[in-house]
């Protein structure tokens, strides 16, 4: 009897899961190495406007991570970001 409601909890779990990584992939796949225009704002205030090279990762805590045009460094930025892919 314990065993189904813990099945089921399991089958939720993994159900969310591959649509989260499905949406991954299908974004890599659709938007790649392709640059893009980065504007991010905190608290209102813009605090980041500038270009990647390539492509710009996203993590579970909201923070983006890109190569700048600018520059060449690796940037990591944590705020409202507006991402904009060239085409």
Do not use: H
């Not at 974004?27 to 205030?45: L, Q, V």
């Amino acid at each position: 009897m314990r065993l189904m409601p813990i099945a089921a909890l399991l089958l939720v779990t993994v159900a969310v899961t591959a649509c989260t990584d499905s949406k991954r992939a299908s974004r890599a796949a659709t938007w790649g190495d392709k640059p893009a225009e980065i504007a991010c704002w905190t608290y209102g205030t813009q605090t980041f406007a500038g270009r990647s090279t390539g492509k710009v990762e996203y993590d579970e805590g909201g923070r983006i991570s890109f190569v700048d045009a600018a520059n060449g460094r690796y940037t990591t930025i944590e705020g409202d970001c507006r991402i904009v892919y060239s085409k």
